[in-house]
């Protein structure tokens, strides 16, 4: 016995001494945020301020050492982020995480953002001749800097990631992988052009292909600025894209309202990101200063440049644009290795790409192109049957001046700087949505738009061979949607469709009249405008839209007469569309909607096919049209001989609500609150990993909010019972152009990546529960912060 007490208590400590340890080792991989460091590359000492919630304000005496120290600490809290960034863009995440990701390597590997990458960085940052060159590099040699010196992030030793030092063609690779985020035909357009082949086009006048009639369009007005596919195709797109680790751009709102219509006599710019959630969160915000520059901003990983922002004259926003940038296009081949292109026979030109696979032999892949782009269809496996299709996008044909754009506006000094830096864009396609000191609002949709014959039908596969389908060339930015201090008094976007400009619509994906009603009906109230005016509406949750498809429902359920049904017509026919947690008609009207849509539509298409199209605007765009229409052919289920009616599936649906909602909330109708099913965790990349899951992930927490709504917490159309949200707005910050040093913001989780770091997820219940706090450019209010970090040239 006194031999297993002495082993027992052995243990005990054995086990004690390695918590130890491992206490001790996890302390030492925290972001340094105070003292000294000596750094190479520094041409002179460099200060940083850590505000209290780990907000890097750098005050520097030259442009590169600013921009080297915001390399450095970015990378201090980010390295990780940049790390999947990189990796997945280029296709090589399999190398790491091992072969279940192998279908999103494939899929990059085809998109072809390498080839974009190389090239660009090639063309742009082999010279240091320009501004936007000399920071981009000297933000770029910051983060090697801490590549080489600083502590290594956990999960590169969880993971077994070999840190490697950052390259030119890396800044690249994060502006592609932005720009394939916008990219929505990818997953909508192989969907549609399956319904037209075959089911036919009396299936797709249900659907929103194009904007509805009902939409809300963005107005232009051109003032002055003042002086002052197929099954294979659709499977492997769906299951490579919900495999990636890294967030995608999703929607955004955003808005600005003219001085004469604040209380403080200048305009109040408003904007809210939506993007995938996950853990650390999107936005790295830093504050810099150097003789002749100030500017506060939001950053992507490994972009040196400020998306978000404002200087000490002006500030900006963003939201999704929404353009159609991408293409399929049907290709016409012959058995000597050559593709039909306007009417000629052309080689096709082959590229070999090698995938490294953790634990597994190397993956060669063989992706062929033809002058439309590279062949979607040959990273997967396609019958004979099976025509090949090409991808035309955008990113990978015209010269990406994004790099340039966004340095221009950050040091912008007028309005005509900022104007002529939002003319570069090209790709991603944006909504830019500007304000400054000298009273002036602005919306200008950013993107290469092209001129496609009258026929072309953009979000169905088109003609590769006969020419017939093929560009006319590209509209002048002129003649982009925009409007500069209109009349009204306020400029806004939310995804949806802007007005004609000279009769042309442009196609895209504009997202319904749910969030772009509810800002024209808000900001077109006749008041004086203030911050806490405008707080109210970015957080708002009421959706008319759905409230209105609720009223149908609640109207289909009161034909069916089944008394089961009861608890759900008087909370459906008396619910005005808001979306707070002690609800219970949002937890009724999204069981019965995801249940309805499914049932109708994924044995028609499949489920693969469903989930692909249910992730996108056309969708959501048809939702009011498609449940009003009790003649519509979707309606009939496929594999029975009875023709199904609306009712019947309905009450199908409505019998599959009221047992999820029992089984997920309670069984008594005032059980059945929206808080209970619509929660936020932000997940981290080891979410998959289960003993390590609490550690990194932030949450959860019940949250108010839904599909588009203003404050856009929205989540997959599944059939689960639970809406756990999958994205929303990634910041939300607002700035009174009277008070340019005290704008506020909020972050979904926190500023830090490290898990160590006290802001690892210390926003994340100020985010939940609607709370903001100050973007700090005030001197003397920053120096009194208590963390001081110098940063000093090694000799």
Known sequence: ????????????????????????????????????????????????????????????QNETDAYFALGYVHAQDRLFQMEMIRRAASGRLSEVLGKDLLKVDKLFRGLGINQFAEAHAQKFLQADTSGFQRAALAYQKGINEFVRTGQTPLEFSIIGIP?????????????????????????????????????????LKDLAVETPANAVRIQNFDGKGKVKATDSLIAFLGEALNKIPVPLWQGSNGWAIAGDRTASGKPILSNDTHIGFAQPAVWYEAHLEYPGYRFYGHHIAGIPFGLLGQNHFAGWGLTMFENDDTDFFYEETNDNGQVKYKGEWVDITFRKEIIKVKGELDVELTIPATPHGNVISGIIEFTDETKPVSLWWLLNHETNHALQAAYQLNHSQNFAEAEKAASLFSAPGLNLMYADAHGNIAWWAVAKLPIRPDHVASKFFLDGASGNDEYLGFYDFSKNPHAVNPPWGYVYSANNQPDSVDGVLYPGYYYPRSRAGRIEELVKENKKWTVEEVKTTILDVTSHMHADIAHQFAAILKEINQPEFNDFITPLETWN??????????????????????????????????????????????????????????????????????????????????ALLKATCGERATDWKWGKIHTLTHKHALDAVKPLRNFFNVGPFEVPGGSEVLNNLHFSLDTTGYYHVDGGPALRKITDFADLENGITVSP?????????????????MYATGKFRKMLMNKPEIEGGERKLLLKPKN
Request: glycine share 8%.
């Open 1 to 60: 016995m006194k031999i297993l007490k002495r082993i027992f208590l052995g243990l005990i400590a054995l086990l004690i001494i390695v918590a130890i340890g491992v206490y001790f080792y996890l302390q030492t991989t925290k972001p340094v945020l105070s003292g000294e460091l000596e750094l190479s590359g520094l041409q002179e000492p460099v200060t940083v301020h850590y505000d209290e919630y780990g907000v890097p304000h750098i005050y520097a």
């Open 163 to 203: 840190k490697t030092e950052f390259e030119p063609k890396d800044i690249y690779l994060a502006v592609g992988f932005m720009s394939f985020g916008f990219a929505e035909g990818l997953r909508a357009d192989p969907v549609l052009e399956k319904i037209r082949t075959e089911l036919g086009v009396e299936y």
């Open 577 to 658: 569309g808001e979306h707070k947690t002690d609800l219970a008609a949002p937890s009724i009207y999204y069981n019965l909607l995801s249940q309805t849509m499914r049932l109708v539509m994924a044995d028609e298409i499949s489920h693969s096919a469903f989930e692909a199209i249910a992730a996108t605007s056309v969708l959501k765009n048809s939702y009011e049209h498609f449940i009003a229409n009790e003649n519509s052919p979707w309606w009939d289920v496929k594999g029975t001989d009875e023709k199904e009616t609306r009712a019947q599936v309905v009450s199908q649906a409505a019998t599959k609500t009221l």
């Open 749 to 765: 989780s926190g500023q830090s990546g490290n898990v160590m770091s006290a802001h690892y997820g210390d926003q994340a219940e």
